[in-house]
């Protein structure tokens, strides 16, 4: 049934898409559709959960923790900045974005969702700096990555190969670099680096 209702929003949008046509799509009935879900804004948080559930533990920002290579956690910054997801995907997002503006349930789903890939982004530099490292400049680091892949999904949506892989080597530069002012200056050993496990 999500994936009915990921494909209905994506092609008609938020208003576009009734529960009917998601329980015609997906052969479940009307009915028990509304058993499990209260109305369509808690259809969107069920999608927007599975599908960060996947990015970030599944087959991301955990799997790379877990190897314990600090290349392999800039290399999840690297494709969470690039924003190289299926065009479906960034439809759906970006409709649940503009939803948002008119629709305080999906506000708060959006902010939520806002606020755990901050906290995940965190985490990930944590991997990569000492853990005397000033939470205060890990977040400020962090929301950079934030917004700079903001900006890019954004232009992503409207052309999928833009910008291109020559812009984002020169924003993960910039990236990098305000990574590396968090370490220890050159000489100074630093703490192994941390792994990261999935939230149970």
């Keep these: 049934m999500i994936q009915a209702a990921r494909a209905a ?23 028990q559709i509304y058993r499990d879900f209260a109305n369509k804004e808690a259809i969107v948080a069920a999608i927007v959960e599975r599908d960060l559930e996947e990015y970030l533990h599944e087959s991301g920002l955990c799997a790379a ?35 948002s503006s008119r629709n305080e349930r ?34 400020q680091v962090a929301e950079m990555i934030h917004t700079i892949s903001t900006g890019v999904f ?7 190969e ?17 990574i590396d002012q968090l370490r220890p200056p050159s000489g100074e050993k630093r703490p192994a680096v941390r792994t990261l496990t999935a939230a149970p």
């Design 9 to 31: 929003f994506s092609a008609h949008g938020f208003h576009g898409t009734g529960v009917a046509q998601i329980a015609q799509a997906s052969g479940i009935a009307v009915g």
């Design 65 to 99: 923790g877990a190897t314990g290579d600090p290349e392999a956690v800039r290399q999840w910054i690297r494709t969470f900045v690039a924003c190289e997801k299926k065009p479906d995907t960034g439809r759906l997002v970006a409709e649940i974005m503009a939803e």
């Design 106 to 139: 999906v506000a708060e789903i959006t902010r939520n969702l806002q606020q755990q890939l901050r906290r995940e982004l965190t985490a990930a530099l944590q991997l990569l700096v000492p853990v005397n490292t000033d939470p205060e400049q890990l977040d």
């Design 154 to 160: 954004h232009r992503r949506v409207i052309d999928p």
């Design 162 to 178: 833009d910008p291109g892989p020559a812009v984002i080597d020169t924003l993960m530069a910039c990236i990098n670099a305000s």
